[in-house]
C-alpha cells in the first residue's frame, strides 16, 4: 500500500480510528500536512428521532475526536521534529591531504566530523578551520598531513616536519633557498607520510688562494678539497690546505693551498762510556791499569726536514734508534803497599835517565808506538818485570819501580843510549 492512497477522511473510514493514527504517523517524516480530518455528517430533518440520532452521532464524534486529539498533537509534534532533524544536517567540503569529497554531517564541530569521518591527525598535521569549530553548511574542511624529513642543510643534519606534498614545496615551506643549489633527489619527487632523507646543499662563495694567485668560486661542493679542484688546482705530494680537506666549505670562506716539500736528515751522535774503578791487590798502592778501554756508543736520529710555500719550517724529529751500545772503561787500582827502592838502584840517578828517554814525560810514547812512558819500556818488558796493561798508563812511581827493577837484572845497558845517565 503506498503512502498516497487514502485521503484522510477515506483512511479514517478504512482503518477506524487507532488505525488511521498509526498510519498518518508511519506517513508523518514525509507528509507533515496529511494529519486527520474529522468528516462532517450531513444534517437530516427536525424530528425527534433525526434529534436522538443527531445526538447519538453527536457524542460518537464527540468521543472519536477526544480519541483522536492526542494523536493529532503527536502529529503535530513529529512534524516539528522532521523540521528539525532537516536543520542539523550540513553539507561540507572536506579535503584529506589534496583528495576532496562532498558529503552530508549531523556533526557540531570539525572534531565530530574528522572523528565520525575516521580521520586520524597527529601533532604535526594542520587541519583548517582548526578542531573544535563549530561547523556550517557549505563549509570547506582541510586535513593535511606532517611528512617527517631527515634534512641535511649545508653539513648540519636535523629532522623536520612539513606538510608539502613535494621536495620543491616542502623546501619551500621550510624557506631553504634552491637557486643553484644540489639536491640529493629530483625537486619534484612526492613525500609519502613515511618521509625521507634529504641532502641540500646551497650555493656559497669561496675563494682559493694558491701559488700567489686568488681564485674566487661560487660551488655547491661538500668538502674543501671538491673546492679547490673547481677552481682549478691540483694538490700534489704532501700538499694540503688551511681549513681540512675533508671539511665542509663555508659561505665567504677563504681557503689557503699549502706548497710542501719534505726530505728527511739522519744524525748521528755519541753516547757517552762509563768507568768502572776496581781494586786490585797484586798492584802498588797507587798504580792503576786499565784493564778495558772505554768505547762510546752511538746513537742515531732521523728527521722529517720540510718547506711550507718556500719557507724552511723547525726539523720534527721522527724516530731515534741506538746503533751501539757504549762499552764501559774499566780500570784495576793498586792496593799493594809499595817498597821503598830496590836494593842496589835507588841511589842512582832516575831523574836523569827519564829526562834523557822521555823529556820527563809518564804517558810519553815513540812515535812507533812501540815503547811509553817515563823510561820507554816496550808491553813485553813491561809486562815481563810485572807491569799491567801499558806503561805509559801506570804511575811515575811504578814506571820507576820497574826500572830498578830491570837495571838490577841488566844494568845500564837496558838503555843503550840514555844509561850512563844513571851514573851523573
Known amino acids: 500500500m503506498s503512502r498516497t492512497q487514502f485521503e484522510p477522511a477515506e483512511a479514517y473510514e478504512y482503518f477506524g480510528p487507532a488505525e488511521a493514527y498509526e498510519y498518518y504517523e508511519y506517513l508523518a517524516p514525509y507528509d507533515v500536512h496529511s494529519a486527520p480530518t474529522l468528516p462532517v455528517l450531513p444534517r437530516q430533518g427536525d424530528g425527534r428521532a433525526e434529534r436522538r440520532r443527531r445526538a447519538r452521532d453527536a457524542g460518537r464524534a464527540d468521543t472519536s475526536l477526544r480519541r483522536l486529539l492526542p494523536r493529532a498533537l503527536v502529529v503535530a509534534f513529529l512534524a516539528g521534529g522532521t523540521t528539525a532533524f532537516v536543520a542539523k544536517d550540513k553539507a561540507v567540503e572536506l579535503t584529506v591531504d589534496g583528495t576532496p569529497r562532498t558529503l552530508h554531517t549531523f556533526a557540531d564541530d570539525v572534531t565530530e566530523l574528522l572523528a565520525e ?9 594542520v587541519i583548517a578551520p582548526a578542531p573544535g569549530t563549530p561547523l556550517t553548511s557549505g563549509e570547506d574542511v582541510t586535513v593535511r598531513y606532517g611528512r617527517p624529513v631527515l634534512l641535511t642543510l649545508d653539513g648540519h643534519r636535523r629532522q623536520v ?118 781494586e786490585d791487590a797484586t798492584l ?49 787500582v793498586g792496593t799493594r803497599p809499595r817498597p821503598v827502592s830496590v836494593h842496589g838502584a835507588d841511589h842512582l840517578n832516575w831523574q836523569g835517565l827519564a829526562a834523557c828517554e822521555s823529556g820527563g814525560r809518564a804517558d810519553a810514547v815513540d812515535p812507533s808506538g812501540t815503547y811509553g812512558g817515563l823510561y820507554q819500556f816496550d808491553a813485553a818488558t813491561w ?34 843510549h840514555c844509561g850512563a845517565r844513571l851514573r851523573e
Open 284 to 332: 802498588f798502592r797507587g798504580a792503576e791499569v786499565v784493564q778495558q778501554a772505554g768505547r762510546p756508543g752511538l746513537r742515531r736520529t732521523t728527521y722529517a726536514l720540510r718547506t711550507v710555500n718556500g719557507v724552511r719550517q723547525k726539523p720534527r724529529r721522527l724516530r731515534t734508534e741506538v746503533v751501539r751500545e757504549p762499552t764501559p772503561r774499566i780500570v784495576r
Open 117 to 125: 569521518q575516521g580521520v586520524q591527525v597527529g601533532a604535526h598535521d
Open 161 to 278: 616536519w612539513t606538510t608539502a606534498a613535494t621536495v620543491r614545496g616542502a623546501l619551500r615551506q621550510l624557506g631553504v633557498r634552491t637557486q643553484g643549489a644540489y639536491l640529493s633527489t629530483e625537486p619534484s619527487r612526492r613525500i609519502g607520510r613515511e618521509g625521507l632523507a634529504l641532502v641540500v646543499r646551497t650555493e656559497r662563495v669561496v675563494t682559493v688562494l694558491a701559488d700567489g694567485r686568488a681564485r674566487t668560486v661560487r660551488t655547491n661542493a661538500a668538502t674543501v678539497r671538491e673546492v679547490v679542484e673547481e677552481a682549478g688546482v691540483t694538490l700534489r705530494g704532501e700538499d694540503t690546505t688551511s681549513a681540512p680537506a675533508s671539511g665542509f666549505p663555508r659561505d665567504g670562506q677563504t681557503v689557503t693551498v699549502l706548497r710542501i716539500t719534505g726530505s728527511q736528515e739522519v744524525r748521528e751522535d755519541p753516547i757517552p762510556f762509563d768507568e768502572r774503578r776496581t
Open 383 to 416: 809486562h815481563d818485570l810485572g807491569g799491567e796493561g801499558r806503561p805509559e798508563d801506570a804511575s811515575a812511581a811504578e814506571q820507576t819501580y820497574r826500572a830498578q827493577k830491570l837495571y838490577v837484572r841488566s844494568g845500564a845497558a837496558a838503555w843503550p
